[in-house]
């Protein structure tokens, strides 16, 4: 029996994750080019060095709960996992705490809905902003949630309902990113949208992009100014927008390019760049990859290749580090006789960029064999995997414990 028709596809292949990407989307073939619509010069990149050497150690203490695909954040030195799947498979309100001393304390407040995979912002005075994610079974039917929550996890009965503003559909909504301190942004089709924290009425005037994005992800860059980046709607291919919300203006890079992703995620690469990370090619399957995107040059080029072992990816999860890019992800072997339907294995990358315009992509070595962990940077080249699953005898098994992993020691030739 192939493991992931039983519990992979439970665990929601429809599913946009709120650190990780899952199997949807449509393919892109990127070329570089710069704003007069040029080719730009080909980026040299450094020969890959594979291997990456990472020591795992496992955290004292265990979630009250098992859930995977659940929504996780730093608050102030605590650790707080919102929702996620539960063992049946059905979508959980629950809040999760852990102290900055390292212990669990018992599950008091719970969100609005029950939640998997929703987007979190961190704002002032501990407070939450939720957003998004599935509800139901996935055994049965999973639900999108098109609206949010605003909550104090630590204060049982504080979270407050979200709604979009009457008429819209938030249903191909970005990521939600802080612009202020009570003030948070999304877009959806050819809008900025905002919502006030601090006021009653919640929503302000939107921003017109000048473009419909399908399947947008919204990253800010150093100096405030937001980048929007998704597939046009008008047929005009990978599009990036640029938004200055303080003055309500955005500017459409003057052409976009041939493709489209879908289900990508945004992050900030020192340097001032973007990398773009999630599905971006099409072949004879949907295939991973990654984008990297200049402000500088306005271009759109295609980003370091995966050092895959194996078929190709079927699952990603990200997060910016102070190096660049930290990913982990499952990897379906080649079938082959004695294989047909080959078992995916935890595995994940480094992708490192520097100011001066060098990328490499370093693959970590003996991963532990989870499936689908929460992921959360912890300190310089360490990272927390949170839960996960793994298969034994009996099947499927959810964990309740965190790794913790340290990556790159004795690196050679870094």
């Keep these: 029996m192939h493991e992931d028709a039983n519990v992979i596809t439970r665990i929601a292949w429809s599913i946009l994750g709120t650190v990780g990407v899952f199997g949807l989307g449509l393919g892109v073939q990127v070329c570089a080019q710069d704003s007069s619509g040029k080719d730009a010069p080909a980026a040299t990149e450094p020969p890959r060095v ?22 996780v954040v730093r608050q102030d030195e605590w650790l707080v ?10 979508a959980s309100p629950s809040i999760q705490l852990r102290t900055p001393k390292g212990e669990w304390r018992p599950i008091g407040a719970r969100m609005l809905e029950a939640r ?5 912002v961190a704002l002032g005075d501990d407070r939450l902003f939720v957003w998004g994610g599935y509800g139901g079974s996935a055994e049965t039917e999973l639900i999108q949630l098109v609206d949010g929550e605003l909550l104090k996890p630590q204060v049982a009965g504080s979270a407050r309902s979200i709604t979009p503003p009457p008429g819209m559909d938030f249903s191909d909504a970005s990521n939600p990113i802080q612009l202020s301190d009570d003030v948070v942004g999304l877009v959806v089709n050819d809008h900025l949208h905002r919502y006030d924290t601090g006021r009653e ?24 100014t937001l980048l929007a980046c998704g597939t046009d709607r008008s047929g005009g291919g990978v599009q990036v927008v640029e938004i200055d919300h303080q003055n309500s203006t ?38 991973s990859g990654t984008i990297v995107i200049d402000p500088a040059r306005r271009s759109v080029e295609a980003g370091p290749e995966f050092p895959l072992q194996g ?55 003996d991963l532990p064999p ?31 414990t965190a790794l913790l992993v340290n990556y790159g020691t004795g690196l050679v030739g870094d």
């Design 116 to 120: 998997i995979n929703p987007w979190i």
């Design 201 to 224: 009425s919640g929503w302000l005037e939107p921003i017109a992009l000048g473009r419909s994005l399908q399947g947008p992800t919204l990253a800010t860059s150093q100096d405030g």
């Design 50 to 71: 594979l291997g990456l050497p990472v020591r795992i150690d496992e955290l004292p203490g265990a979630m009250n709960l098992k859930v995977i695909e659940g929504g």
């Design 311 to 365: 078929d190709r990816l079927n699952w990603i999860s990200s997060q910016p580090v102070s190096e660049g890019v930290l990913v982990v992800a499952s990897e379906l072997a080649e079938p082959n006789s004695t294989q047909p339907t080959p078992r995916p294995s935890p595995v994940g990358f480094l992708i490192r960029a520097t100011p001066e315009g060098t990328m490499r992509i370093w693959r970590l070595s």
């Design 370 to 400: 989870r499936r689908r962990p929460m992921l959360i940077p912890h300190g310089r080249r360490s990272a927390e995997l949170l839960g996960g699953y793994r298969f034994g005898p009996r099947g499927a098994s959810m964990e309740t």
């Design 81 to 90: 996992v919102l929702g996620g799947m539960q063992e049946d498979f059905t």
């Design 250 to 287: 955005s500017v459409a890079w003057p052409k976009g390019t041939e493709g489209s992703v879908l289900g990508g995620r945004l992050h900030r690469l020192p340097g001032g760049r973007f990398l773009l990370i999630g599905w971006t090619r099409v072949g004879t399957g949907i295939e």
